[in-house]
């Protein structure tokens, strides 16, 4: 036994949850070291003063029937979360009744003179210029179609298939 587990062991000591076997190790490590024997007088006396100074007997005063008639009943009231989701929600759907008719879609006027203006596909004088655009690129290959210089991979090296892909591109 040495200080460090006396120290650890004296409340269990004092509070009498010890067995016999580390009383009498605490004991004996008290007979050995000065400051912890000093330690357990000092334990001794506390609790001797407090036993002399009780008041076996004197049971507390109950304080709850003092307390009881004090207490009101707590009325249930509705949580503030939903309360304040709800009013949010109602000012969120006025805002927007007030706000559609500035945002929502307005006709436009007729252009001057009379022009035309319908874009719908069923027109397809509006869609000349934009054939005639498509018209002017130069064609894409098919790159789905067959390749005959991939036809047999294992007997072509990538040197060919570089040179047939730049002869294609030239």
């Not at 330690?39 to 307390?67: K, T, Y």
């Not at 003179?113 to 509006?126: C, D, I, M, Y």
């Not at 018209?135 to 294992?154: E, G, K």
């Amino acid at each position: 036994m040495n200080c460090r587990i006396f120290e650890s062991q004296a409340p269990d000591w004092a509070a009498g949850r010890l067995s016999a076997g580390d009383v009498a190790a605490l004991e004996r490590h008290r007979d050995r070291c000065a400051a912890c024997a000093r330690w357990m007088q000092a334990e001794a006396e506390i609790r001797r003063a407090f036993r002399e100074n009780s008041l076996e007997g004197a049971a507390e005063p109950d304080l709850w029937p003092r307390l009881a008639h004090r207490l009101e009943p707590r009325r249930r009231r509705m949580a503030p979360a939903p309360r304040l989701i709800w009013s949010g929600a109602a000012a969120l759907a006025l805002a927007a009744l007030i706000a559609y008719p500035s945002v929502a879609p307005q006709p436009r006027p007729a252009p001057p003179g009379g022009a035309s203006t319908k874009t719908a596909p069923g027109n397809p004088a509006l869609h000349a210029p934009t054939a005639e655009a498509l018209a002017s690129l130069p064609s894409i290959q098919d790159v789905s179609a067959p390749n005959p210089a991939m036809d047999d991979p294992a007997g072509t090296s990538m040197e060919d298939i570089w040179t047939h892909i730049n002869s294609e591109n030239n």
